[in-house]
C-alpha cells in the first residue's frame, strides 16, 4: 500500500492522461455521435445545427424499442451469435492443432503457411463469392448457417494458425518431452500440457474470429438471401440504402451490433496485447 | 553398385531402422494435424480460386454457374477487361484508397502506441477504449459515417462550418471530388487500432535498459526514439503495414455500404468493380478476370515488399 502511495503521479503523467483523453474525445467521437443520434427523436436531428448533447427533455431509449418491433433484430442477433461462436470454436481448434504441428515439426508446410496467411489477406473477397455460392448452392446450403460459419473460418484459419504457432514457439519443449517420458501419448500431451500453457493464445485466437466473423457482411450477404436468416450486419445495411433513413433506429441498431464484440474486448483485450508481442507478428 | 547401394541400410541391425520409423510416426502425425487447417484453407479458397480462374476464361452468356463447362473457353473476358480503359481507373483508385488509408492509419497507430506506452493513471481504462474501433463490425461503422457525412444534416458539416473551415454544406458522399476522401475516412478509423496493437506490443518488447543506457550516454528523446524504439518498430510494422494494406485493397465493406462505388465511379475500386459487374451487369466471365487481373496485382505488389515481410515473419 505505502509503496503504491510513494510511488505518486508526477505531473507529466496527469499531463499524459489529458493528452489521452483529448485524443479518445477525437477517435470515440463516431461511438458518441451513434449512441447521441440513438436517443434523440429523428425530426430533432434532421436540422442544419444538431444539438450536440442529448436535450434533456425529449431524450428517450424509443428508438431502439421501435427498430426491435418493426424489424427481427433479436434474430439476427441470434443468427451472428451462432456464426461468431461457431466460427471461433471450430478455428481454435483448427488452429491449435495446426500451429502445433507447424510449431513443432519442421516442414515445407511451415514457409508456405506463412504465404497462403498474406495470400489469403490478399484474394478480394468479391471475387470468392460467386465461386462460394456455387459451391454451397450444389450442396444445397444457401441459408444454411453452417455455409456463412465454413467459409469464415476459412477466412480466419491461415491467420491464428500462424497466430498459434508463435505461442507454442514460446513454449519450451522440454515441458511436452518431460510429460511424454512419463508415458503421455502426443495427444493427450497437447490436450493435458500444452493447452493450459496457450490460455493466452486462445483468448487472441477466439477475440480474432469473433470480430472477424461477427463483422463479415460480403458471405452472410450472398449465402444467407432468406431476411429471417440474416446476420446482424446484413440487417444493417439494408437500412442504409432506404430511401428516407430512420437514422436513429438505425443508429440504435448499430449500437446494439456493436455492444457484444465491446463486451467480449473488454475482457480479453489485455490478452491481445500479450497475445501480440509473443505470437506472430514479434520482430 | 546400385544394389548396394540401396540394400546398405537394410544389412544395418535394428536400431536405426527403428529410429526412422519414429521419425516417419511423427512426420505423419504432423501432418494429420495440419489436415484441418489445409482442408479449411484448401476447400474454402483454393477451389474458389480455381472455379474464378475458370470461369474468367468462358465466354457465352453464363447463366448456369454450377456447370461451367458447357460455355467455351475463350481469352475474350481478359481481351474486353484490358483494353477498357476504366481497368487502370479502378487500379488507380483502389491504389488511391489504399495509399489514403494506410498512410494515417500507420500514423495514428503509432502514435497512440508511443502514448500507450508510457505509464500514467487510468491507462488500463485508456487503452481498451483507444482500441475499440476494431471491434466495431464495419458495416455499423459505414453506418454511422454515413450519418455524419450526411450532406444536409451530418454533423461533419456542421462542426466544420461552426469553426469556419466551411461555408457551405459540402455533399460528401454526393460528390466526386470528395467521394473518395468520405470513404477513406471511415476505412482509417477502423484499421489504426491494429497498427496500435502490433505496435505497443513491439514497445513492450523492448527492455528498459536500452533506454537507460541511451540517457547516460545524452540520448535526446529524438536520438532515443531514431536508435532504440525505431529499430525494434520496423519489422513488425513493416508487416502490419503490408497485411493491412492487401487487405484494404481488396476491401468492400466500407465502399459499397457508402456509395457503392459512385458517384460517376469515383469510389469504384477494383473489389467494387468485381462485384458490380457480377451482380449488377451479371457478366461473371469479366467480373472473374477482373478478380484474376486484381489477385496479380496484389500479389506483384506483395512480391514488391516481400524483403521486408520476410524480416518481419522471420
Partial sequence: MSKVLSRGRTPQQWGLLAISLAVLVVLLFPVYWMIMTSVVPSKELLTSSPPLVPPADSASLDAYGEVLESRPIGLWLWNSTLVTLGTALISIVISTLGGYSLSRFRTKAQQAMGFTLLFSRMLPGTLLIIPVFVIFASAGMINNLWAVILVNVAATVPFTTWLMKGFVDAIPAEIEEAAMIDGCGRLRTLWQVIVPLLRPGLATTFTYACILAWGDFLFARTLMPNPSDWTITVGIASFIGEFSVDWSGLMAAGIMSMVPMLILFVFLEPFLVKGMASGSVKG | ?314
Avoid: C
Fill in chain 2, 1 to 314: 553398385m546400385t544394389d548396394v547401394l540401396t540394400h546398405a541400410p537394410t544389412t544395418q541391425p535394428s536400431p536405426p531402422k527403428r529410429r526412422r520409423s519414429r521419425a516417419q510416426r511423427d512426420r505423419i502425425f504432423a501432418w494429420s494435424m495440419l489436415t484441418p487447417t489445409i482442408a479449411a484453407v484448401g476447400l474454402l479458397m483454393a477451389y474458389p480460386i480455381y472455379i474464378a480462374i475458370n470461369l474468367s476464361f468462358r465466354g457465352g452468356e453464363i447463366a448456369d454457374l454450377q456447370n461451367l463447362g458447357q460455355y467455351p473457353l475463350t481469352l475474350g473476358n481478359y481481351a474486353d477487361v484490358i483494353t477498357d480503359p476504366q481497368l487502370l481507373g479502378d487500379i488507380w483508385r483502389s491504389i488511391v484508397y489504399t495509399v489514403g488509408v494506410v498512410v494515417p492509419a500507420f500514423a495514428i497507430g503509432l502514435g497512440l502506441a508511443l502514448l500507450l506506452n508510457k505509464t500514467f493513471p487510468g491507462k488500463r481504462i485508456v487503452r481498451p477504449l483507444a482500441l475499440l474501433p476494431w471491434a466495431v463490425p464495419g458495416v455499423a461503422v459505414s453506418a454511422a459515417f454515413s450519418w455524419m457525412l450526411d450532406g444536409s444534416f451530418g454533423v461533419v458539416n456542421y462542426l466544420l462550418r461552426s469553426v469556419g473551415l466551411i461555408e457551405q454544406n459540402v455533399a460528401w458522399l454526393a460528390s466526386s471530388d470528395t467521394a473518395m476522401t468520405a470513404v477513406i475516412i471511415p476505412t482509417v478509423w477502423k484499421f489504426y487500432p491494429f497498427f496500435t496493437l502490433v505496435l505497443v506490443a513491439a514497445l513492450q518488447a523492448i527492455p528498459g535498459d536500452l533506454y537507460e543506457a541511451a540517457r547516460l550516454d545524452g540520448a535526446s528523446a529524438w536520438q532515443q526514439f531514431r536508435y532504440v524504439t525505431w529499430p525494434a518498430l520496423r519489422a513488425p510494422a513493416a508487416l502490419a503495414i503490408v497485411i493491412t494494406g492487401v487487405g484494404v485493397f481488396r476491401e468492400f465493406d466500407f465502399i459499397f455500404p457508402l456509395t457503392g462505388g459512385g458517384p460517376d465511379d469515383a469510389t469504384t475500386t477494383l473489389a467494387v468493380r468485381i462485384y458490380n459487374e457480377a451482380f449488377e451487369y451479371f457478366t461473371f466471365g469479366a467480373s472473374a478476370a477482373i478478380g484474376v487481373v486484381t489477385m496479380v496485382i496484389a500479389g506483384a505488389l506483395l512480391l514488391m515488399a516481400g524483403r521486408s515481410v520476410r524480416e518481419g515473419m522471420n
